[in-house]
């Protein structure tokens, strides 16, 4: 006596499967970038709340160009998420006094003056700088003017963003010549930040805490007995 066969019918097709997968990237992807970017700035001194924040308001003000002045077919626009925010990250941090307003001056200025040094105007493209120049320029900065205390993950983040902006953005922008060269003769918008968080500007600080973090964490021999999730003030 033979018994009916039970087939297994499959819900999806592996055509959909696949297309599935295939969406499911950029929201892992996302997921990651929002993930690594909060613990950032908790190491920076921020409240989860504000670095939950100012990471969705990066992302979404990267699509957000601002114009502020136009000379001759060319208009001046700062973009929202990387540089807006980022301004704003390193005025709370000051607020919050998770920095110091000297040393974050001077790291600031240093990798400025390492920013204008490696970037290059590009007709066409913008300006353009290898992505590891300003992470690691704004950690050396952060733990060399900070002595490697509590204040260099911030110091790093306001150094890697603010310096990039300044010196790879703005000191090429007021050369005489740069605007013209970059729009190539054609109508154009150059915005400071440029894409926002896709530029590397913002991305620059998350590094810049990360190995300023770790490297400071080292050198200050608190791998071992530091008690976690502790933030001290950085004016003790």
Do not use: W
Not at 122 to 141: C, D, E, K
């Amino acid at each position: 006596m033979g018994f009916p066969a039970i087939a297994f019918i499959p819900l999806f097709s592996s055509e959909v499967i696949l297309v599935l997968g295939l969406l499911m990237i950029p929201v892992l992807l996302l997921y990651l970038y929002i993930i690594i970017s909060e613990e950032a700035f908790e190491l920076a001194g921020m409240p989860a709340l504000s670095a939950i924040l100012m990471t969705i308001g990066a992302l979404i003000g990267s699509f957000i160009d601002i114009p502020f002045y136009a000379i001759e077919n060319v208009t001046l626009a700062v973009n929202a998420g990387g540089c807006l925010i980022p301004l704003i990250i390193s005025v709370e941090l000051i607020a919050r006094r998770r920095v110091r307003p000297g040393p974050m001056i001077l790291a600031v200025l240093f990798v400025a003056a390492v920013s204008y040094y490696f970037s290059t105007p590009t007709p066409g493209q913008g300006i353009l700088m290898p992505f590891y120049i300003a992470p690691l320029a704004g950690a050396f900065a952060g733990i060399l003017m900070t002595g490697a205390d509590i204040t260099a993950p911030g110091t790093a983040y306001a150094a890697g963003a603010m310096g990039t902006l300044l010196g790879a953005d703005i000191f090429h922008l007021v050369t005489p010549g740069t605007i013209g060269h970059i729009a190539a003769g054609s109508a154009s918008v150059l915005s400071i930040g440029g894409a926002g968080v896709f530029d590397g500007i913002f991305l620059t600080g998350i590094f810049a805490v990360f190995l300023a973090a770790l490297i400071a964490r080292r050198i200050r021999g608190e791998g071992k007995g530091a008690e976690p999730g502790r933030q001290p003030d950085a004016s003790q």
